[in-house]
C-alpha cells in the first residue's frame, strides 16, 4: 500500500514539474543574440525599381536597432546576388552608384531612393530605418518621379 502512495505521489510531482517546465520558454542566449540589442519586432519594406516594368519587392525585412537604409541594400544585394556599387564621400557620405545592370548616368538616369513615398534628404548611409518604413530605389532621370 505505502509503494503505491508513494508512486501515485512521484507521478503527481513528475506531472506537476512537466507542465510547468513546459510554459517556460529559456530566452534565447546564443553568442550572437547577445551581440545585438534586444528590441521589438520591427519590420520595414524595400523596393528597387530598375525600369517601369523591372521592380524587385521585399516585404518583412527583420530590422535591428540603428539599421540604416545603406546596410539593408547591402544585406539585400548579398543575399539575392546582385551587383552592388557604392562612392564615399568623405564628409558628405555615399552615393550608390550601380545597382545590378542599372549603373548612374545610364540613359541619364541614376539612382535615388524614397523613404515613406517622400524623395529621401539625407544619404543612404546616414538614415535610420524605423519600423514600418518603406524604402524604395528608383533608377530614374527626375528625383521627384514618383
Same mark, same amino acid.
Not at 539575392?80 to 564615399?88: A, D, G, H, P, R
Not at 555615399?94 to 538616369?109: F, L, P, R, Y
Given at each position: 500500500?505505502?509503494?503505491?502512495?508513494?508512486?501515485?505521489?512521484?507521478?503527481?510531482?513528475?506531472?506537476?514539474?512537466?507542465?510547468l517546465g513546459q510554459s517556460y520558454?529559456?530566452?534565447?542566449?546564443?553568442?550572437?543574440?547577445?551581440?545585438?540589442?534586444?528590441?521589438?519586432?520591427?519590420?520595414?519594406?524595400?523596393?528597387?525599381?530598375?525600369?517601369?516594368?523591372?521592380?524587385?519587392?521585399?516585404?518583412?525585412?527583420?530590422?535591428?536597432?540603428?539599421?540604416?537604409?545603406?546596410?539593408?541594400?547591402?544585406?539585400?544585394?548579398?543575399?539575392?546576388?546582385?551587383?552592388?556599387?557604392?562612392?564615399?564621400?568623405?564628409? +558628405? *557620405?555615399?552615393?550608390?552608384? $550601380?545597382?545590378? /545592370?542599372?549603373?548612374?548616368?545610364?540613359?541619364?538616369?541614376?539612382?535615388?531612393? &524614397?523613404?515613406?513615398?517622400?524623395?529621401?534628404? +539625407? *544619404?543612404?548611409?546616414?538614415? $535610420?530605418?524605423? /519600423?514600418?518604413?518603406?524604402?524604395?530605389?528608383?533608377?530614374?532621370?527626375?528625383? &521627384?518621379?514618383?
Amino acid at each position: 500500500m505505502k509503494t503505491i502512495k508513494f508512486i501515485i505521489i512521484a507521478l503527481v510531482f513528475f506531472a506537476v514539474g512537466f507542465f510547468l517546465g513546459q510554459s517556460y520558454q529559456w530566452p534565447n542566449l546564443t553568442p550572437e543574440a547577445a551581440k545585438q540589442p534586444l528590441v521589438q519586432e520591427q519590420k520595414i519594406t524595400y523596393s528597387l525599381q530598375f525600369s517601369d516594368s523591372d521592380r524587385i519587392e521585399f516585404h518583412d525585412i527583420q530590422l535591428l536597432e540603428n539599421q540604416t537604409v545603406l546596410e539593408i541594400l547591402r544585406k539585400l544585394a548579398a543575399e539575392n546576388s546582385l551587383v552592388l556599387e557604392v562612392k564615399n564621400f568623405e564628409g +558628405i *557620405g555615399s552615393m550608390i552608384t $550601380k545597382i545590378g /545592370d542599372k549603373a548612374n548616368g545610364q540613359e541619364n538616369k541614376y539612382w535615388q531612393y &524614397f523613404i515613406n513615398g517622400a524623395y529621401a534628404q +539625407i *544619404g543612404a548611409d546616414q538614415y $535610420k530605418l524605423k /519600423d514600418g518604413d518603406a524604402v524604395e530605389w528608383k533608377f530614374s532621370a527626375d528625383q &521627384f518621379n514618383q
